[in-house]
């Protein structure tokens, strides 16, 4: 007899990052069923999106779904143009890494797929407190995003509105950390970097390597990531 009540489905972005597991992680755990969307920008390097692959098989998506999209025709980021990665430390700026719009971009196709798919939710790993203030990972957006889903989709306009969850949102990198050893996860897996050094290794120097390495070293979790320098 089939289950009258089916387990909800879930768009997970899984960007093959910490953050995203962790997300993509508390949707299981909440009882969703996962579709994970990762988005092949044509960023600086393909080693994120073979950890996305990972991450999406172990926490047992139903189905990944590898998009490209080549923001590097626009360019105007480190990520997506020929300008250096800043290792100099985190600053009070938006960085060059910032890619315009991406999480705008990236939770279009999510609701794309969300509606095509019949799902109602959306998760994204965004995070407002160790960051590296990019605006589209702030509270407001995602709020003011959710709004927009609402008047921008057939469901939503039909009354079935979309919920765009941020569980990540109000977390220290040490609470996402902590999290992370909570589910049980192998963070190993995960990928940060920006610049990878020669070998596969995190370079340890950028942003997003430093925000990493202190958000292990504060949650008091060893730290499985290999750094080709430290600070």
Known sequence: ???PDPAPVAVVLVSGGLDSMVSAALA??????????SIDYNQRHQIELAAARRIASALGAERHVVLPLDLRAFGGSALTADIDVPKT???????????????????????GWAEAAGARDLFIGVN????????????????????????ATKAGV????????????????????????????????SWSCYDPAP??????????????ARGFEEAGIADPTAYAETV
């Open 1 to 3: 007899m089939a289950n």
């Open 28 to 37: 299981r755990e909440g009882g969703y069923r996962l579709l994970a969307l």
């Open 89 to 111: 430390g985190v600053g009070e700026d938006i960085p060059v890494t910032y890619v315009p719009a991406r999480n705008t971009i990236f939770l279009s196709l999510a609701l």
């Open 128 to 151: 407002a407190l160790d960051y590296s203030g990019y605006p589209d990972c702030r509270p407001e957006f995602i709020a003011e995003f959710e709004k927009l889903a609402e008047v």
């Open 158 to 189: 039909e009354g079935h509105p979309f919920r765009i969850h941020a569980p990540l949102q109000a977390m220290t990198k040490a609470d996402i950390v902590r999290e992370g050893a909570r589910l049980g996860l192998d963070m190993g897996m």
């Open 199 to 212: 070998g596969g290794l995190h370079c340890g120097l950028c942003d997003s390597c430093r925000i990493r």
